[in-house]
């Protein structure tokens, strides 16, 4: 992982996140909310696998993140385990509030995982 996102990840309350159109072939960016484990970047879908930057990114998952000016390529991995994909809800509940979850995020059966190593 490079330094200066790295150092911009841990000043950030979310990210820019940048993925391919799977019909138009264009960047689409977007702000998201995250978690970081160690060298794990984990990001849910606010409208679980209805979500359409997540489409793209089964197309493509090479995705861009962006913190702070600071930015990240890497590939989305899709987490469809049930049991995986709850303890990344509890950790955003945890780390969001479990109101701030409830009020934005309409379906939780997917999330995904970002390497940064």
């Known amino acids: 992982m490079q330094q200066p996102f790295e150092q911009a990840l841990s000043a950030a ?3 820019e996140l940048t993925v391919t ?3 138009t072939g264009r960047p689409s960016a ?3 909310w ?3 484990e160690g060298n794990t970047i984990s ?5 679980g696998s209805d ?4 489409k793209n990114a089964l197309k ?3 995705i861009t993140l962006t913190a702070n000016g600071a930015s ?3 590939r989305a991995i899709p987490i469809t385990n049930p049991d995986e994909v709850r303890e990344v809800v509890e950790k955003f509940q945890k780390k969001y509030g479990a109101g701030e979850i409830a009020k934005y995020y309409s379906k939780l059966n997917v999330a995904v995982r970002v390497p940064l190593a």
């Open 13 to 15: 309350e979310e990210l």
């Open 21 to 23: 159109g799977r019909k």
């Open 30 to 32: 977007r702000p998201v």
């Open 34 to 36: 995250f978690l970081q």
């Open 43 to 47: 990001l849910l879908p606010v409208a």
């Open 51 to 54: 979500t359409e930057w997540l």
């Open 60 to 62: 493509n998952s090479t």
């Open 72 to 74: 990240w390529t890497g």
